[in-house]
């Protein structure tokens, strides 16, 4: 599913920042699906910096580094949760980066997952996991959220550019 509405709201914690600057903004999405989605960018807040995310289903949910299952608590590790790179990939990373910490990047050490799924597509001559239309879709549902919040909460609809075509 993608967003397609948007409602968010944002809150200057500098009051001397420019009007177009928001430290803290909280969006609600519509999904293409009927869902709901929360996202929310705090940037200046009283809390050590920190990049998480908690997804709620019927079924299940994973809240800060648990799977929680109708009661069962299963703690994991972010290395619990990768799939393993190709032992290839991850030779010629740990090469060039000398740390396995750095090699993987920020965001949840993601960077070298992007890179191998970018080379790999290429090389077998085939369609990305995430496409240029899949990052239009991120990009004009944040670029949204933030003209909403702009607006004191305006409900806007957030442009779509439709499927990646058949590869």
């Known amino acids: 599913a993608h967003a397609v509405k948007v409602s968010a709201w944002g809150y200057n ?4 920042a420019p009007r ?4 803290n903004e909280t969006a609600l999405f ?3 699906n009927g869902t709901t ?3 929310k960018e705090y940037r200046q807040v009283g809390h050590p910096e920190l990049e998480t995310f908690s997804l709620y289903g019927t079924d299940g949910s994973y809240v800060d580094f648990t799977w929680r299952d109708k009661g ?5 590790t972010v290395k619990e ?11 010629a990373f740990m090469a060039f980066y000398g740390d ?6 920020g965001h949840g050490g993601s960077h070298a997952y992007l890179v191998h799924e970018f080379v790999d597509a290429i090389a077998h001559n085939r369609q990305p996991a995430i ?26 609809d957030i442009p779509d550019w439709g499927d990646a075509p058949e590869y």
Request: glycine share 4%; net charge negative.
């Open 13 to 16: 914690a500098d009051k001397d």
């Open 30 to 32: 519509r999904m293409s």
């Open 81 to 91: 949760m990768r799939d393993p790179l190709p032992e290839e990939v991850y030779k």
């Open 131 to 156: 496409t240029a239309w899949d990052a239009a879709r991120y990009m004009a549902a944040g670029v949204m959220a933030h003209k909403s919040a702009m607006r004191d909460g305006e409900l806007l």
């Open 37 to 39: 989605m929360l996202i």
């Open 72 to 76: 069962v608590i299963t703690p994991l």
């Open 20 to 23: 177009l600057v928001h430290n």
């Open 100 to 105: 396995e910490e750095k090699m993987l990047g």
